[in-house]
């Protein structure tokens, strides 16, 4: 059983669109980091995420934390082919012995 | 300040060879994450590492060990490399459970 469920896993996209991608979890995150890896490359972090309801902008990037603090989504604006990657993100959880869990990861193609 | 460094950045190795990666954390970090992530995959848990003891343990066969020195860093060892060991090996240093990455060692075993 993955401990974060990431969605959609792939999402293929027209240069201009908006997307958005979730991340779910059935326990309280402590807080939660967003990450983007390019092929070949380590990950880098976007954002961390504290308080439940917490929003946080990064240029087209809108970070979104559940009031729960069991979910967040990631909202690009108007995409661009430089924001292709893997989005991550990542908690500590404590029923995985409070090591830091990674979901699977979306897949974001964003064609010119 | 410098980031995560890892070492080397590519390693090919015969199958049944064994592997040595390292990592130094950011200065400070207490803590090293290792991660095999095969091509187009996502991040599969090796080992966590704080103040010198393993952690925690993700579900890798015996094989796969590693240590934390007293200066912070780590080394991964991989024994009787297989085919499938192929990967890229992140490590992530951590102080306040957010990870840094560094760039990584791409592993080939032929």
């Known amino acids: 059983t993955q401990l974060l469920e990431q969605s959609p896993q792939f999402l293929s996209i027209q240069e201009g669109e908006n997307l958005t991608v979730y991340c779910n979890s059935s326990s309280v995150f402590s807080s939660l980091q967003w990450y983007r890896q390019e092929p070949g490359e380590g990950p880098v972090l976007l954002v961390t995420v504290v308080t439940g309801g917490e929003v946080k902008k990064l240029k087209r990037l809108t970070f979104q934390f559940g009031d729960a603090r069991k979910d967040s989504s990631l909202h690009i604006t108007a995409a661009q082919p430089g924001d292709t990657g893997l989005y991550l993100c990542a908690s500590s959880i404590e029923t995985s012995g409070s090591r830091l869990t990674f979901g699977e990861g979306t897949q974001l193609t964003v064609n010119p | 300040e410098a980031g995560v460094t890892q070492s080397p950045t590519h390693l090919i190795k015969t199958r049944g060879q064994q592997a040595t990666l390292r990592c130094s954390p950011i200065s400070g970090h207490t803590s090293v994450y290792w991660y095999q992530q095969a091509l187009g995959l996502g991040l599969q848990f090796l080992l966590w590492?704080?103040?010198?003891?393993?952690?925690n343990r993700g579900n890798f066969p015996p094989r796969f060990s590693g240590r934390q020195f007293p200066n912070y860093s780590s080394e991964l060892n991989v024994n009787a490399l297989e085919l499938e060991d192929s990967a890229l090996y992140l490590c992530a240093s951590s102080l306040t459970r957010v990870a840094f990455f560094g760039q990584g060692t791409r592993l080939t075993v032929v």
């Open positions: 590492y704080d103040e010198g003891e393993e952690r």
